[in-house]
């Protein structure tokens, strides 16, 4: 992960300015643009591991620019962190489902900037392995493969919709994903999608993990995530 290659795309200097010290100092190799069009630019050319991505920018917004580097086969495995200021949630959404990874609020601490993205980067197609046939937090046992899940050696019965967004969840920690998103994949892309549909399953799920409930965090306004051990 160190030296990996971070682009970061924001307009505010005093921004870049705390993004790329703290990013330089952990050992990542960082560049930088004030404005979309340059930004796309670069991220192409120097095609980094990561891109923080401001939404409101100059030239192209970076909505746009997600959803151009998503699309494209050269530039789709790219990493992407939107950087949201307070008030944009709706892009929030809208980028998470374009297929950036993550998002982080303005302000934030140069903590949260550094954890964000080595969460990112540990579960990039780039670093990531084969699909995993079991995942084990602790005493909590996801078996994919016997279709089980597991505390303690104590089963817990789980429906076939709660166990497939327990191991969607699961499978990626620390991972935004929208309600839409958790849906399509859990339920197959053109369902009718309802908020709402998917909150119950998360409180099902949740009851029955007992003490292992806080592991999903609910997250305002976008949706839901599974916590970093």
Do not use: W
């Not at 100059?58 to 909505?63: E, Q, R, Y």
């Not at 709706?90 to 374009?98: A, K, N, T, Y």
């Not at 993550?102 to 601490?109: L, N």
């Not at 990626?172 to 998103?181: D, K, V």
């Amino acid at each position: 992960m160190n030296r990996a290659k971070v682009v970061i795309i924001e307009d505010e200097p005093d921004i870049i300015e705390v993004m790329s010290y703290n990013l330089t100092r952990e050992g990542f190799l960082v560049s930088a643009s004030r404005n979309g069009v340059d930004g796309l630019s670069l991220v192409r050319n120097q095609s980094p591991a990561l891109v923080l991505l401001d939404l409101m920018l100059p030239g192209i917004d970076g909505l746009s620019i997600c959803q151009q580097l998503k699309s494209d086969p050269i530039t789709r495995d790219i990493s992407i962190i939107i950087v949201s200021a307070k008030g944009e949630e709706s892009d929030v959404v809208i980028g998470l489902g374009l297929g950036a990874d993550d998002y982080i609020a303005k302000p934030f601490s140069p903590r949260e900037l550094l954890a964000r993205v080595k969460a990112v980067l540990r579960r990039s197609p780039r670093q990531e392995g084969h699909h995993k046939d079991r995942i084990q937090i602790k005493e909590l046992m996801i078996d994919t493969v016997r279709h089980e899940v597991s505390i303690s050696d104590v089963q817990i019965k789980l429906t076939a919709t709660e166990f497939k967004l327990l191991f969607q969840l699961a499978s990626q920690p620390g991972r935004a994903f929208t309600r839409e998103q958790l849906l399509n994949r859990v339920v197959g892309d053109g369902v009718i999608v309802v908020d709402r549909n998917i909150d119950v399953h998360i409180r099902s799920v949740r009851k029955k993990l007992g003490h292992y409930s806080q592991m999903i965090e609910t997250i305002r306004g976008v949706g839901y995530r599974f916590k970093e051990d």
